[in-house]
């Protein structure tokens, strides 16, 4: 046995270690296999994305730049377009009467002097635009010239604003710096709250860069990004000069909102960490998204930095000297992309030069979020060859687990369980198990041993089962007899008790009543023997009605109309009940059926007896309605038929014993209403 056992467990172990060696290779490779691919497909896809970001983000920050120039060439235009206004209006000679246009402007006399003397200005609160002279110049022809040739922009600088997208005031300043401005504002107050109206008191004209000793080609000039002190957030303008032939005449303005510039730049972000940035032909920075102000200066900004304006107007250079490279690539071309550190990591910056203006507009964009698909791509890879090993070892460990399942189940079926289950049965019989039998799984010796063996055993177990069944039916019959007679005998008990002892006892009281009487009165005889005779036939009529009931085959001899009426013939004698009954002649039914209505009959009567009280009772068995009817009906005290009657079942016995027929049972009670119950069978 222990050499079985043993060639067993070799057998088992080298399929085992086969396996284990196997799948060890096999995963190798794959592995390896899937490194390899990894490395490769995320170099590919690194440089393939990174060649394709540069050219659409060169791409982007075109068409960016474009609408950056065409936004700001628009409002520009607007201060040509009013420019040319004047100077024509003026050159043709045409003179308007401005004295019959209300709210208009065109004279010095028409403004006030603010009570610090500072300022000059239109009081009017219908004012269509504001007017503003400085207070440290006195108006004079100069001043009238410069209001009346500006009353005509009234009508003009409402249209030329409304064409502009990131425009937010129009305005013309004169050679004495008076100025008419558009919308109106409330900016008297505000220059004189701000200080501004003091400051430009010491202003000239010829020290703005619009005018000719700044402006040789009179060309429109972009100033440097301000904070407006009218509330309007970060401005930048735009001024285009005015000349009289050869003579300068002031300037058209017009105020640009970097502010929604700004807008514009963080909603230019093509990836999570990138921010866009623009700057003038001097590299001064004019914009910067409010999420790129950290990461443009790399480095931690001062509180002043900090602020909106901060860093706007400062040179890219002196914010991170980073850009120094940079710059000089920018600058030399009107776009392309190269790569910059920032804050320690590679990045890559594209620009895009917006042609009209000089200006500059670049995005930057961590290249780590350019390569970021090659990553996901290479996450994917290990993904999948870790799932790939995954599935490959479960698979071969299920493999290893069958093979061995396998290997163990071929020794133990054909070397080990043979003769473990010949050596089992043998100890059985010595045990006395006769019923024991051994598999036959094969056609070799151990096979034809196992044959011989169960011929052996079916022969004893044959003879030995046939013995048990025997005696097992001896038992079961007998004990089926004691109890059928046990309850026959309680139930004969009862009915005796119930019944004929009662009847008994009555004639026997009645028999004392009868010598009392024949000693004492012989004429009162007749009385107590009428009730002996009464008990004697009431006795009588349950011992019928007990021997029909011992006698079932009678049922079928005598009929259910015999046995009914026997059984009424019981109750009115016992119970002294006015009962009634109304039989057709014997109906044709099965024993069965006769058997069933016979038994909701009787305990139906048995109930009306034991709980009814009742004084009449209507028995009857006739066809109505093409159906054969069984109806018992009191004058009982009734019942509510939908209360439940714990330890009563009574209804419920009529009930099934009505439904094994296919018969229907009604029953109909109520308190004090008695009781109808009725059986109906189709004829």
Same mark, same amino acid.
């Given at each position: 046995?222990?050499?079985?056992?043993?060639?067993?467990?070799?057998?088992?172990?080298?399929?085992?270690?086969?396996?284990?060696?196997?799948?060890?290779?096999?995963?190798?490779?794959? &592995?390896?296999?899937?490194?390899?691919?990894?490395?490769?497909?995320?170099?590919?896809?690194?440089?393939?994305?990174?060649?394709?970001?540069?050219?659409?983000?060169?791409?982007?920050?075109?068409?960016?730049?474009?609408?950056?120039?065409?936004?700001?060439?628009?409002?520009?235009?607007?201060?040509?377009?009013?420019?040319?206004?004047?100077?024509?209006?003026?050159?043709?000679?045409?003179?308007?009467?401005?004295?019959? /246009?209300? *709210?208009?402007?065109?004279?010095?006399?028409?403004?006030?002097?603010?009570?610090?003397?500072?300022?000059?200005?239109?009081? !009017?609160?219908?004012?269509?635009?504001?007017?503003?002279?400085? +207070?440290?110049?006195?108006? *004079?022809?100069?001043?009238?010239?410069?209001?009346?040739?500006?009353?005509?922009?009234?009508? @003009? =600088?409402?249209?030329?604003?409304?064409?502009?997208?990131?425009?937010?005031?129009?305005?013309?300043? +004169?050679?004495?710096?008076?100025?008419?401005?558009?919308?109106?504002?409330?900016?008297?107050?505000?220059?004189?709250?701000?200080?501004?109206?003091?400051?430009?008191? !010491?202003?000239?004209?010829?020290?703005?860069?619009?005018?000719?000793?700044? *402006? $040789?080609?009179?060309?429109?000039?972009?100033?440097?990004?301000?904070?407006?002190?009218?509330?309007?957030?970060?401005?930048?303008?735009?001024?285009?000069?005015?000349?009289?032939?050869?003579?300068?005449?002031?300037?058209?303005?017009?105020?640009?909102?970097?502010? #929604? @510039?700004?807008?514009?730049? *963080?909603?230019?972000?093509?990836?999570?960490?990138?921010?866009?940035?623009?700057?003038?032909? !001097?590299?001064?920075?004019?914009?910067?998204?409010?999420?790129?102000?950290?990461?443009?200066?790399?480095? &931690?900004?001062?509180?002043?930095?900090?602020?909106?304006?901060?860093?706007?107007?400062?040179?890219?250079?002196?914010?991170?000297?980073? =850009?120094?490279?940079?710059?000089?690539?920018?600058?030399?071309?009107?776009?392309?992309?190269?790569?910059?550190?920032?804050?320690?990591?590679?990045?890559?910056?594209?620009?895009?030069?917006?042609?009209?203006?000089?200006?500059?507009?670049?995005?930057? /964009?961590?290249?780590?979020?350019?390569?970021?698909?090659?990553?996901?791509?290479?996450?994917?890879?290990?993904?999948? &060859?870790?799932?790939?090993?995954?599935?490959?070892? $479960?698979?071969?460990?299920?493999?290893?687990?069958?093979?061995?399942?396998?290997?163990?189940?071929?020794? #133990?079926?054909?070397?080990?369980?043979?003769?473990?289950?010949?050596?089992?049965?043998?100890?059985?019989?010595?045990?006395?198990?006769?019923?024991?039998?051994?598999?036959?799984?094969?056609?070799?010796?151990?096979?034809?041993?196992?044959?011989?063996?169960?011929?052996?055993?079916?022969?004893?177990?044959?003879?030995?089962?046939?013995?048990?069944?025997?005696?097992?039916?001896?038992?079961?019959?007998?004990?089926?007899?004691?109890?059928?007679?046990?309850?026959?005998?309680? #139930?004969?008990?009862?009915?005796?008790?119930?019944?004929?002892?009662?009847?008994?006892?009555?004639?026997?009281?009645?028999?004392?009543?009868?010598?009392?009487?024949?000693?004492?009165?012989?004429?009162?005889?007749?009385?107590?023997?009428?009730?002996?005779?009464?008990?004697?036939?009431?006795?009588?009529?349950?011992?019928?009605?007990?021997?029909?009931?011992?006698?079932?085959?009678? @049922?079928?001899?005598?009929?259910? /109309?015999?046995?009914?009426?026997?059984?009424?013939?019981?109750?009115?004698?016992?119970?002294?009940?006015?009962?009634?009954?109304?039989?057709?002649?014997?109906?044709?039914?099965?024993?069965?059926?006769?058997?069933?209505?016979?038994?909701?009959?009787?305990?139906?009567?048995?109930?009306?007896?034991?709980?009814?009280?009742?004084?009449?009772?209507?028995?009857?068995?006739?066809?109505?309605?093409?159906?054969?009817?069984?109806?018992?009906?009191?004058?009982?005290?009734?019942?509510?038929?939908? #209360?439940?009657?714990?330890?009563?079942?009574? $209804?419920?016995?009529?009930?099934?014993?009505? &439904?094994?027929?296919?018969?229907?049972?009604?029953?109909?009670?109520?308190?004090?209403?008695?009781?109808?119950?009725?059986?109906?069978?189709?004829?």
């Amino acid at each position: 046995m222990f050499h079985i056992k043993h060639i067993s467990v070799k057998i088992t172990a080298g399929v085992m270690a086969f396996i284990a060696l196997l799948a060890l290779v096999t995963n190798l490779l794959v &592995a390896r296999g899937f490194n390899q691919a990894e490395q490769a497909a995320v170099q590919r896809s690194a440089d393939s994305l990174q060649t394709q970001s540069y050219t659409t983000f060169i791409q982007l920050t075109e068409q960016e730049a474009q609408l950056y120039d065409l936004e700001l060439q628009q409002a520009a235009r607007a201060t040509k377009v009013a420019a040319d206004f004047v100077a024509q209006l003026h050159n043709s000679g045409a003179a308007v009467d401005w004295s019959i /246009v209300p *709210n208009v402007v065109y004279r010095s006399s028409q403004l006030a002097l603010s009570d610090n003397g500072l300022l000059y200005y239109d009081a !009017n609160p219908n004012r269509r635009t504001e007017i503003l002279h400085i +207070g440290g110049i006195t108006p *004079n022809a100069v001043t009238d010239q410069s209001l009346r040739d500006s009353a005509a922009l009234e009508e @003009l =600088f409402p249209s030329l604003l409304a064409q502009t997208e990131t425009g937010v005031g129009i305005y013309f300043q +004169g050679p004495q710096l008076t100025m008419r401005y558009y919308p109106v504002r409330g900016l008297p107050e505000l220059e004189l709250q701000s200080g501004a109206a003091e400051a430009a008191q !010491n202003m000239h004209i010829e020290d703005f860069p619009v005018a000719p000793n700044h *402006n $040789l080609k009179r060309e429109t000039v972009w100033l440097p990004p301000y904070l407006d002190d009218a509330g309007q957030g970060l401005l930048i303008s735009a001024d285009t000069p005015i000349y009289y032939g050869d003579d300068f005449q002031g300037y058209i303005g017009i105020d640009v909102s970097l502010t #929604r @510039l700004i807008e514009r730049l *963080n909603q230019l972000k093509p990836t999570e960490n990138s921010f866009a940035f623009l700057m003038d032909s !001097n590299g001064l920075l004019i914009a910067v998204s409010q999420a790129g102000t950290g990461k443009l200066a790399s480095r &931690a900004l001062t509180e002043q930095e900090q602020a909106s304006n901060g860093l706007l107007g400062a040179s890219l250079t002196d914010i991170n000297p980073q =850009f120094s490279n940079w710059m000089e690539s920018a600058t030399s071309s009107e776009s392309g992309a190269s790569e910059i550190t920032l804050n320690g990591q590679s990045a890559l910056i594209t620009h895009a030069s917006l042609p009209d203006l000089g200006w500059t507009l670049s995005i930057v /964009v961590p290249l780590n979020e350019v390569t970021a698909e090659s990553q996901s791509v290479a996450r994917s890879i290990q993904a999948d &060859a870790a799932s790939t090993v995954r599935n490959t070892l $479960l698979i071969m460990a299920l493999f290893f687990i069958g093979a061995a399942l396998v290997t163990i189940w071929l020794s #133990r079926r054909f070397l080990t369980r043979p003769i473990t289950q010949i050596l089992g049965g043998v100890r059985a019989i010595t045990a006395g198990d006769l019923k024991v039998s051994v598999p036959v799984v094969s056609k070799d010796e151990l096979g034809e041993l196992a044959a011989s063996f169960n011929q052996m055993t079916d022969e004893l177990n044959r003879r030995t089962y046939e013995l048990a069944q025997t005696s097992a039916e001896l038992q079961l019959k007998e004990t089926q007899v004691k109890v059928a007679a046990l309850e026959e005998r309680q #139930r004969l008990a009862r009915e005796l008790h119930d019944s004929v002892s009662q009847a008994l006892y009555g004639i026997a009281l009645g028999a004392r009543t009868a010598q009392t009487q024949l000693e004492r009165d012989p004429a009162k005889l007749a009385e107590p023997l009428d009730y002996i005779l009464s008990l004697a036939e009431a006795g009588l009529s349950e011992m019928r009605a007990l021997i029909f009931e011992l006698r079932p085959e009678s @049922l079928q001899n005598e009929g259910l /109309v015999a046995a009914l009426t026997k059984q009424a013939d019981a109750l009115r004698a016992r119970y002294k009940l006015d009962l009634i009954t109304r039989f057709d002649p014997e109906p044709d039914l099965s024993l069965e059926i006769k058997e069933a209505l016979y038994r909701i009959a009787q305990e139906a009567l048995h109930n009306i007896a034991k709980h009814a009280h009742a004084t009449r009772v209507e028995l009857s068995l006739q066809t109505k309605e093409e159906k054969l009817a069984l109806e018992i009906r009191d004058n009982g005290k009734g019942f509510d038929p939908v #209360r439940e009657y714990p330890g009563h079942l009574g $209804l419920k016995s009529m009930r099934e014993r009505a &439904a094994q027929i296919n018969g229907e049972f009604y029953m109909e009670s109520a308190p004090n209403a008695g009781t109808v119950i009725t059986v109906r069978l189709p004829k």
